[in-house]
């Protein structure tokens, strides 16, 4: 390449400062090759094809969002045709950002990558283990990027593990990363997909930013590792499927998996070495021992000699028989050697050498030894169905006040059986927990375990219908439930239900799988407006409603509501053929069961059948219901049903550009709304009224629309609400010609989307962006962000944001433009909706 061709380039590396300015200059690069070829610029896609790296990786060294490791750099400048010189001023250029982030100098503030440092304390007590840990140092100084560390339960790998980790830190100068995966937790191990969201808040993602498909999370969490030193802890694992979405993908980090399993699988397919930990020898048990009880040990060499071989010389039951021994000063070794040695199950292995006899039997030393309701509330934890709780929890489980229930778990705090967890809840280990669970189903009385689990599960269900009725102040179908007989927190403000909503909801989850039938439907009932909001997961809500429709039948009360709510969580899931039938068989099952609790959850049922019919294109049929459910309302003289259903209708005629009439739709259901004083339905029809006005070309009335509509969203706590107030916001922003502010506010939107995981409003949000992105000239990014819409719309089944994709895609991408316009006028032409008109246009041009 002549020097007069190279010279811009040469410029514009020397001007490089942060991973943008790197990234622009990629791009720019890979619009010279495509002249250079006189073809089109390589896609994502096919640029993966010629290096082997994921289409992931591609964009995020294309974006900024990742600087490519050196050799990758190499190769990618060159694939994009980079002269020998300019190759040279590139990778000078690119060493100079790398430079720039490790000194946390040189780059403005948001270049920065986090350094998280999240190793807990390495145990305050730690013997032996030399050899095992010379294997690991060998290991490090080989390069390998995998460690396994294996063995049996209670073994000391999490202490073992953390003890080398924070001798080798200070070699990963771009921190640390650790996560508990709860592998043998007596409940659920925490998944990948939890476990890289939360690797991603630690790596400077925001909470709203984290994707919502596990296999996007890792993707970008492989993104931000790579050109990054940083050392992996990844704790107690139960297989290698779960440990395999978290594993780095570069060498110069190293991740250190701690597991039971021997993970074969990630030895044979990753590459991992393998060091597994046997029980302590009998002089580093004796150590250990020594170092943890003090004089006793050195005075009684025998008797402690005795006891750690009847702890099978386990670090974790050493460690607990050493806190007994602290705990009663004054005994001599030979005391607790003798309470050991009378156990006919002695430190028994369960199966394949896994020691949880063992480690059980140790355990019952802190129970017997504790005063006697301290005892019986250990065997009452037992009865949990979740991982963590409260004091009111506990209070339920022991029938006791709050306090008494306080005091309790103080003493078990004390005795290192519970442990604050967060706050004012307590959790336990996952040994302990179950070693509470057999113990109550052996210390108490099958009719004492009965009462306290039903205790608890009233209390559950008399908190949550308390907490919504702050929430929500129509009960909408919610049932009136007992009233509990132990107390329950205060949540009478909207702020504290929501709270003790969000903290409770797995242990909710848990209590309506796991309760009869009767407190399945209830609660299923009574929190279908908080799950719908978007305050919790889908899968939390399928799980309740389903459970609830799956353990009752049609002549059961509550099986109808729960039909209807699983339905229309099926809606927010974007799989509308099963939502639709879902609510078929709720609006039959609803007419066989007439009242005024039915009454709502017909209404409700109309509006998901419309809903479901508007997601599918089916917009006549859409129009068709909320009539149905408008005539129903205002026949049982029901304000509040019939405002909804007039919001509705109107977001139905938005769909048919009927403007005008959706305007008039959208002020009556403003007038219903303060009449009957629901700040939800006036905020919807405001919203609605907005867009309305958009329509009409009356742009600033809309704006102020929907900052009101935006405003109540946010103070309701209504996620999918505000991401649609800030979508529609940024799409009249865009044709004020307000382009970056636009951008800044849909780029908000999808934050938010994402956040509360509504697909379809995704898939809204990331063609709003396509367009305004297209109309700023930025074609490549506005592709990438309809390809993304795309490929969410036909997941969702949402037909008209499939047509809205198309379109965009030709106007994005203008060599391919005629074939994208024509499957968006299929698509239009279907819907028998007005954009056809438009589409057609431009394929006229």
């Known amino acids: ?155 000391g790998k999490t202490a073992f593990a953390l003890r080398w980790a924070h001798g080798v830190a200070e070699r990963f100068p771009d921190g640390q990363l650790y996560v508990n995966l709860r592998g043998y937790d007596p409940n659920e191990p925490l998944t990948p997909a939890a476990a890289l969201a939360r690797f991603l ?120 028989a050493a806190e007994q021994a602290a705990a009663r000063p004054g005994a001599p070794l030979a005391e607790l050697v003798a309470d050991l040695g009378e156990e006919r199950r002695r430190l028994d292995f369960l199966d394949a050498g896994d020691p949880s006899t063992s480690v059980r039997t140790v355990l019952s030393w802190s129970h017997r030894h504790l005063a006697p309701a301290p005892a019986r509330a250990f065997a009452l934890l037992g009865l949990l169905p979740g991982r963590d709780f409260d004091a009111y929890a506990m209070a339920a489980l022991a029938d006791a006040p709050v306090q008494e229930a306080e005091r309790l778990l103080r003493s078990l705090g004390r005795a290192q059986l519970t442990q604050r967890s967060d706050g004012r809840r307590h959790a336990m280990h996952d040994m302990l927990r179950a070693y509470a669970t057999e113990l109550a189903g052996s210390a108490l009385d099958p009719r004492e375990a009965a009462e306290a ?175 149905r459910g408008l005539a129903f309302a205002r026949s049982i003289g029901d304000r509040d049903g019939e405002a909804g259903h007039l919001i509705n209708m109107g977001h139905g005629l938005l769909r048919l550009e009927r403007y005008a009439e959706a305007e008039r739709h959208f002020q009556e259901g403003v007038r219903l709304g303060q009449e009957v004083a629901d700040q939800r339905v006036i905020a919807e029809a405001v919203f609605g009224l907005g867009e309305a006005l958009a329509g009409l070309g009356r742009h600033d009335a809309a704006l102020t629309h929907f900052g009101q509509a935006l405003a109540s969203s946010r103070e309701l706590v209504e996620g999918r609400a505000e991401a649609l107030a800030l979508d529609a916001i940024g799409l009249v922003q865009r044709r004020l010609g307000k382009h970056q502010e636009a951008l800044d506010r849909l780029e908000e939107a999808l934050a938010v989307a994402r956040e509360f995981g509504d697909r379809r409003v995704q898939a809204q949000v990331l063609n709003s962006l396509g367009e305004t992105l297209c109309e700023g000239g930025d074609l490549d990014l506005s592709v990438s962000q309809h390809e993304a819409a795309l490929a969410l719309a036909v997941e969702t089944a949402d037909r008209l944001q499939q047509a809205r994709a198309y379109e965009g895609l030709g106007d994005a991408d203008p060599p391919g433009a005629a074939r994208w316009w024509r499957q968006a006028e299929a698509v239009y032409a279907a819907l028998e909706v007005p954009a056809v008109a438009r589409v057609q246009a431009k394929l006229d041009m």
């Not at 990054?228 to 993908?249: F, H, K, S, T, W």
């Not at 590459?271 to 021992?289: F, Q, S």
């Not at 439930?481 to 927190?489: C, R």
């Not at 059961?556 to 709510?565: C, R, S, V």
């Open 453 to 627: 689990r039903g205790r608890l599960f009233d209390y559950y269900r008399a908190a949550a219908s308390a907490a919504m009725d702050a929430l929500y102040i129509k009960r909408w179908g919610r049932p009136e439930v007992p009233a509990a007989a132990t107390p329950i927190p205060d949540v009478g403000d909207p702020a504290r239900a929501r709270a003790w909503l969000d903290a409770e909801r797995d242990n909710l989850v848990a209590v309506s799988l796991h309760a009869a039938p009767r407190y399945s439907t209830d609660l299923s009932q009574t929190l279908w407006q908080y799950l719908e909001s978007g305050a919790g997961p889908c899968t939390d809500a399928l799980a309740i409603h389903g459970h609830a429709v799956a353990v009752t039948t049609p002549d059961d009360p509550g099986h109808a509501g729960a039909l209807t709510a699983l339905g229309i969580t099926h809606w927010r899931r974007g799989e509308p053929e099963e939502a639709y039938r879902r609510l078929e068989q709720a609006l039959d099952a609803h007419h066989h069961l007439p009242g005024p609790t039915t009454d709502r959850w017909i209404l409700s049922t109309h509006a998901g059948l419309g809903l479901v019919a508007d997601q599918l294109g089916r917009f006549s049929d859409a129009l068709g219901h909320f009539r």
């Open 201 to 320: 808040r630690s790596l400077g993602v925001e909470s709203a930013a984290v994707p919502p498909d596990e296999d996007e999370r890792a993707a970008r969490y492989r993104s931000l590792l790579a050109g990054r030193r940083m050392l992996i802890v990844l704790d107690n694992a139960y297989a290698a499927e779960q440990v395999r979405p978290l594993l780095p993908g570069n060498p110069s980090c190293l991740a250190v998996v701690t597991s039971r399993d021997d993970l074969a699988g990630l030895v044979a397919r990753d590459g991992a070495r393998r060091v597994e930990l046997d029980v302590l020898a009998d002089t580093e048990a004796a150590d250990l021992l020594r170092e943890l009880v003090g004089d006793r040990v050195t005075d009684d060499a025998a008797a402690a000699a005795e006891l750690a071989r009847l702890c099978w010389r386990l670090p974790l039951a050493l460690r607990v």
């Open 1 to 155: 390449m002549p020097e007069q061709a190279t010279a811009p380039m040469l410029d514009a590396a020397a001007a490089v400062t942060t991973s943008a300015d790197l990234a622009r200059l990629l791009r720019r690069l890979r619009r010279r090759e495509a002249r250079a070829r006189g073809g089109p610029e390589l896609t994502y896609r096919e640029l993966a094809a010629l290096t082997g790296w994921s289409t992931a990786i591609i964009g995020g060294y294309l974006t900024g969002s990742a600087l490519p490791p050196t050799d990758r750099f190499d190769t990618l400048t060159r694939l994009l045709g980079a002269a020998p010189r300019e190759q040279g001023a590139l990778a000078t250029a690119r060493d100079r950002v790398a430079d720039a982030r490790r000194a946390g100098t040189g780059a403005p503030t948001a270049e920065r990558a986090p350094v998280p440092r999240e190793l807990p304390a390495a145990p305050s007590v730690f013997a032996g283990r030399e050899s095992p840990l010379a294997a690991l140092d060998a290991m490090l100084a080989a390069g390998d990027a995998v460690i396994a560390i294996t063995g049996t339960g209670g073994v």
